[in-house]
């Protein structure tokens, strides 16, 4: 029966990450992204939430809609997955973290202070602190 069960959890993780690298191909060919990347982050200490963590969505033509459009696009799938999304935003152009903060706010996300030993790490970080959107927001 343990072996069976552990069958099964790979079998629906291995599932998972094949829908995930689908997903991102699409959401990249509609939304003409020069990049996306996502994965699923587990828990860890550190990180106490398993997550879809977004490490970076990127426009082909900036102030378009495709990033916004491609966003919205990802919340429904992480809201699918009851997963919430994880991030730390880090801009083009350190004048920009500002904007790019306001643009994930509007979205749901919002300042996500961890807990445990990295938890000061947090505090420390003056613009590019970890952002959280959870699942049913």
Do not use: C
């Amino acid at each position: 029966m343990k072996l069976l069960m552990e069958n099964w959890r790979k079998f629906l993780v291995e599932n998972r990450d094949a829908e995930l690298t689908d997903f991102i191909a699409r959401t990249k060919e509609e939304f003409q992204l020069a990049d996306l990347q996502l994965h699923i982050k587990k828990s860890e200490p550190w990180h106490p939430v398993e997550s879809l963590y977004l490490s970076n969505i990127r426009a082909l033509e900036k102030g378009k809609g495709s990033g916004t459009k491609a966003l919205q696009q990802i919340i429904q799938f992480a809201e699918s997955k009851n997963l919430p999304i994880t991030l730390i935003p880090v801009p083009d152009d350190e004048d920009d973290v500002e904007r790019l903060r306001w643009w994930y706010e509007e979205h749901g996300f919002e300042d996500w202070y961890r807990e445990g030993p990295y938890a000061d790490e947090d505090e420390e970080r003056e613009y590019t602190k970890y952002m959280i959107r959870w699942a049913g927001k």
